[in-house]
Every structure is written in C-alpha cells, then in structure tokens.
C-alpha cells in the first residue's frame, strides 16, 4: 500500500498526558499537511510543510501543539498535557510539488484520539 | 472569512434515487471548489473538483458546476447506488498550489436498496 499512512489509528489517554502522532505520506509528495476533525465537523487546517519546512500554522494550533518532519519525509504531531477538548480525529494528508499538484489532496485513514 | 456551508444531513434515499447535496461558498477572489467523499472506515478522497466560474466537476456519475452569480457548487447524481453511501463534504481553496483546504461540515448519505 502505497497511500498516507497514520499511526496509532487509536489513542485513549488521561488529561494531562503527551501524545504524539505519526504520519507517513506518499513517498514522491514534497507536501504534507495536518487537519482536525470533530465530531460532526468537516476537517479544519493545522499546518503544512513543504519538505521540512513549517510553512503555515493556524491559530488551532496552540502552544500545546507542535508538528515536525525533521528530515522531508515523515512528519509527528505532538499534544503535551492533552485536555479533554483535544478528542478528535487528526488527519495528515499529503500532495506533489505544486508542478505536478492537480489540486488534489491525498488523506490517511487519520488518529483518532480520546483524552479521558 | 473563507466559509463553506452544506446542506445538513442525514439524507436516506433509495437506490436509483435521484441526489442532490447543496454547497454554497463565502470567499474573496476566485477559490477552487472540491467534493471530497470518505467512504465507511476509509480515508477522505477527491470526488470532483471545478478551479473556475462555469467549470464543471465529474466523476462516478457525479457532478458538480461552480456556479459564481450564486456562490454554489451543488453535487448532483442521477441515480445513486447502495455502494454511493458515504459522507461527503464540500470545500474550497483559496491559496494557489497550497491547498489548504476549508471545508464544510459535511452531510451523512445513506442509500437503502
């Protein structure tokens, strides 16, 4: 399977707790972005990199939150002391160069997380 | 603000049903229009996309027209099928290569044979 993958696809954790989330993306994708999905809710933008590179965070993103992809390929996003209104689906996508880039965004399966 | 609002659901309807989904868009400029569709226990994928006023989107039988006078881009589909059940959410991009996508807050499509 060459598609975005996200790993764990499940995490229940205590308030209070770090976690972190990985994201594998297709491999000839320079792009790689994080969304979050409530319940309910269509997913909001997070942030992007394009290669290593943190090109664009959003105001979501608080000082809890904090993503890399240290070496262009594989990116982790990290939730220290998680809150209970972190619960949700994280969801990381990936997409070519814009030369090549159809508009098209490619999502993994996504990381659901639960904070008790 | 960029803004995407769909109509809500759930919608049940029975095979060969004819769908329509509303989408109507608050944005600056000209943004891109997507349907994105995830499946049971599956990723987002891109259903149809239109980058331009009059542009028409097509897939699976799908299809969608990027309607600028009524800020619109309706999803339509003459005869749905069991295997059409998903949801399905409409969203738009205004930056050029970025996508970074707004979305709205999708709608529950169920088809009952």
């Known amino acids: 399977d060459t598609g975005v993958s996200q790993n764990p696809r499940h995490k229940i954790t205590k308030r209070g707790q770090n976690v972190t989330f990985r994201c594998d993306p297709i491999?000839?994708?320079?792009?790689l972005y994080w969304y979050r999905q409530t319940l309910g809710q269509g997913p909001e933008f997070l942030t992007y990199?394009?290669?290593?590179?943190?090109?664009?965070k959003s105001r979501l993103l608080s000082d809890r939150f904090s993503a890399e992809r240290p070496k262009g390929s594989f990116s982790t996003l990290e939730i220290q002391r998680t809150e209970q209104g972190d619960s949700a689906m994280y969801l990381c996508?990936?997409?070519?160069?814009?030369?090549?880039?159809?508009?098209?965004?490619?999502f993994g399966e996504g990381s659901r997380l639960t904070v008790l | 603000g960029n803004s995407v609002t769909q109509m809500e659901g759930p919608v049940t309807l029975s095979e060969e049903a004819f769908l329509t989904i509303n989408c109507t868009y608050t944005?600056?400029?000209?943004?891109?229009l997507f349907w994105y569709v995830q499946y049971p226990g599956e990723g987002l994928q891109l259903l149809l996309k239109?980058?331009?006023?009059?542009d028409k989107g097509s897939n699976k039988g799908f299809e969608a027209t990027y309607r600028k006078e009524t800020t619109s881009f309706h999803l339509e589909k003459g005869s749905v099928q069991v295997s059409d059940s998903a949801v399905y959410f409409c969203a738009l991009s205004r930056d050029q290569g970025a996508q970074k996508l707004v979305f709205g807050q999708g709608t529950r499509l169920t088809i009952n044979p």
């Open positions: 944005a600056t400029g000209y943004p891109s």
């Open positions: 990199f394009q290669n290593e590179a943190q090109l664009e």
């Open positions: 491999s000839e994708h320079n792009r």
């Open positions: 239109a980058t331009k006023a009059d």
């Open positions: 996508a990936s997409s070519p160069d814009s030369r090549f880039n159809t508009g098209e965004l490619f």
